[in-house]
T-cell receptor
Framework: AQKITQTQPGMFVQEKEAVTLDCTYD???????LFWYKQPSSGEMIFLIY??????QNATEGRYSLNFQKARKSANLVISASQLGDSAMYFC?????????????FGKGTKLSVKP | NAGVTQTPKFQVLKTGQSMTLQCAQD?????MYWYRQDPGMGLRLIYY???????DKGEVPNGYNVSRLNKREFSLRLESAAPSQTSVYFC?????????????FGPGTRLTVT
């Protein structure tokens, strides 16, 4: 069964430093996508970055990059130069095909706190 | 574009009452989803709709029904609310094809069942 594991319930990082949020996944499908979403205290879900299983290069979006290690089934999110506004819950998710179309499976999330 | 909108934003129900959560998207997406988020958990899929006229169960469908009214609208109904359904409900939409797998989320509905 497909599964997403985020082992860090909470993380602290100093402002302007880089931080890595861990995510491992389990699937037997050869084709899948991995996502990271940010959920600030206001509650909305904000898309950050996407990595396809066949992508050769790690995805990057501004200060966000995804360290994709397919053999290890890991898709860690790296945030460079942390800002106070990065304090939020971060969810790793995997896109899977189910029936006629796909849906996302989410991990339980990591709460990131950025210290000034 | 408003994206994905949900109504209401907050709701308190008594056990046994019924209600319908409304969701609409203006991005012409084919697929729509309903998730619930409980404290300390990620989002779990309740139901999804691949296209107008089709619906399928997700991970936690018990106690819910859905209607894909048209391409824009996807509603979630609680026929007889229970305290275990206290949660935050998110609607999302996406357009499959190529690399466009991103799901766009609504702002959520915070539901409390007493």
């Amino acid at each position: 069964a497909q599964k997403i594991t985020q082992t860090q319930p909470g993380m602290f990082v100093q402002e302007k430093e880089a931080v890595t949020l861990d995510c491992t996944y389990d699937t037997s499908d050869p084709s899948y996508g991995l996502f990271w979403y940010k959920q600030p205290s206001s509650g909305e879900m904000i898309f950050l970055i996407y990595q396809g299983s066949y992508d050769q290069q790690n995805a990057t979006e501004g200060r966000y990059s995804l360290n994709f290690q397919k053999a290890r089934k890991s898709a860690n999110l790296v945030i460079s130069a942390s800002q106070l506004g990065d304090s939020a819950m971060y969810f790793c998710a995997m896109f899977r095909y189910g029936g006629s179309q796909g849906n996302l499976i989410f991990g339980k999330g990591t709460k990131l706190s950025v210290k000034p | 574009n408003a994206g994905v909108t949900q109504t209401p934003k907050f709701q308190v129900l008594k056990t046994g009452q019924s209600m319908t959560l409304q969701c609409a998207q203006d991005m012409n997406h084919n697929s729509m989803y309903w998730y619930r988020q409980d404290p300390g958990m990620g989002l779990r899929l309740i139901y999804y709709s691949a296209s107008e006229g089709t619906t399928d169960k997700g991970e936690v469908p018990n106690g819910y029904n859905v209607s894909r009214l048209n391409k824009r609208e996807f509603s979630l109904r609680l026929e007889s609310a229970a305290p275990s359904q206290t949660s935050v409900y998110f609607c999302a939409s996406s357009e499959l094809g190529g690399e466009l797998y991103e799901q766009y989320f609504g702002p959520g509905t915070r539901l409390t069942v007493t």
